[in-house]
T-cell receptor
């Protein structure tokens, strides 16, 4: 597609439940990035993929968070045993390449996760 | 750890006024990007500055990259109500391509 698609738009989970978010990158883009936006403004990088391979996972919490990008499937970000502090908007972005300083990342509309 | 300090975090001005938003870091970035985010949407790229001292203009918006490639500014001339929104600076972090975001500036332009 021509836009990054994210589902669901909203997700509500009780503390301790699992949450799974999906992202379909723009067709032809090799790189997928996940970011977490908390407190309305603060963006935090989580993980990136080059096709189905993890490219950079330096921002990924060691526990409870996992992500995958499998061929012919949307990418996913999964949070096991959600905590209150996981409440945030999770954005997925895609781009044709990563290392070029002019590189533009195209962001999806985000998934708002609320943990009660 | 690379950090970007963006200021001010909130700005409320009258239509027609000028404003400047700053983005500062102690780290050097390969490029600095400015994004605008509307409520309920993802950020959209406005501009990328790459060369130290570079100045780019987008209509009433002027973007500057510091000589040392550690800081940047966004200047809006004669702000309009349509400029209202969240402005984010983001440093491009080398080969991995991940973006380091500033805290954002919420701009409100009143008629």
């Amino acid at each position: 597609g021509e836009e990054v698609a994210q589902t669901p738009k909203h997700l509500v989970r009780g503390e301790g439940q699992k949450a799974k978010l999906y992202c379909a990158p723009i067709k032809g883009h090799s790189y997928v990035f996940w970011y977490q936006q908390v407190l309305k403004n603060e963006f935090k990088f989580l993980i990136s993929f080059q096709n189905e391979n993890v490219f950079d996972e330096t921002g990924m919490p060691k526990e409870r968070f996992s992500a995958k990008c499998l061929p012919n499937s949307p990418c996913s970000l999964e949070i096991q045993a959600t905590k209150l502090e996981d409440s945030a908007v999770y954005f997925c972005a895609s781009s044709p390449w990563a290392g070029d300083p002019y590189n533009e990342q195209f962001f999806g509309p985000g998934t708002r996760l609320t943990v009660l | 750890t690379q950090l970007l300090e963006q200021s001010p975090q909130f700005l409320s001005i009258q239509e027609g006024e000028n404003l400047t938003v700053y983005c500062n870091s102690s780290s050097v970035f390969s490029s600095l990007q400015w994004y605008r985010q509307e409520p309920g949407e993802g950020p959209v790229l406005l501009v990328t500055v790459v060369t130290g001292g570079e100045v780019k203009k987008l209509k009433r918006l002027t973007f500057q990259f510091g000589d040392a490639r550690k800081d940047s500014s966004l200047h809006i001339t004669a702000a309009q109500t349509g400029d209202t929104g969240l402005y984010l600076c983001a440093g491009h972090s080398g080969n991995t391509g991940k973006l380091i975001f500033g805290q954002g500036t919420t701009l409100q332009v009143k008629p």
